[in-house]
């Protein structure tokens, strides 16, 4: 059971797949639509998926990003985005082999 939220999609590349309630959709692609559905995310303190509405897409050029590799696939993101582990938020560029993401399967 999803909660509605007001949230944000920050910092990924165009061809990034998104989790929406219309199922998973490119950043390109969400450009696109006229009506915006709602995307899916994680809610660290409540330990639970909600749904997030979309308030504005803007694309920023020439961030420089790093690529995350981990078993539910790969993501790209800028080196300076907080990304949480076990222990904790972290910047994309102080990550470890030893640590493990949070990654959203749904």
């Known amino acids: 059971n999803l ?10 590349p ?9 199922g998973d959709i490119t ?3 969400l450009i696109k639509l006229d009506q915006l559905p ?10 639970s998926l909600e749904e997030d509405k979309i308030d504005e897409i803007y694309l920023v050029p020439n961030k420089k990003m790093i690529k ?3 078993s539910g696939g790969n993501v790209r993101i ?12 972290i910047q994309a560029k102080e ?5 493990e993401v949070l990654t959203l399967h749904t």
């Open 95 to 99: 990550l470890t082999l030893d640590d």
């Open 27 to 29: 950043v390109s692609d």
């Open 38 to 47: 709602s995307i899916i995310s994680y809610n660290i303190e409540k330990n």
């Open 14 to 22: 165009t061809d990034t797949k998104i989790a929406t309630t219309n």
């Open 3 to 12: 909660q509605p939220h007001l949230g944000e999609i920050d910092c990924v």
């Open 68 to 70: 995350i590799e981990t």
């Open 78 to 89: 800028p080196e300076t985005k907080q990304v949480y582990t076990k222990r904790g938020w």
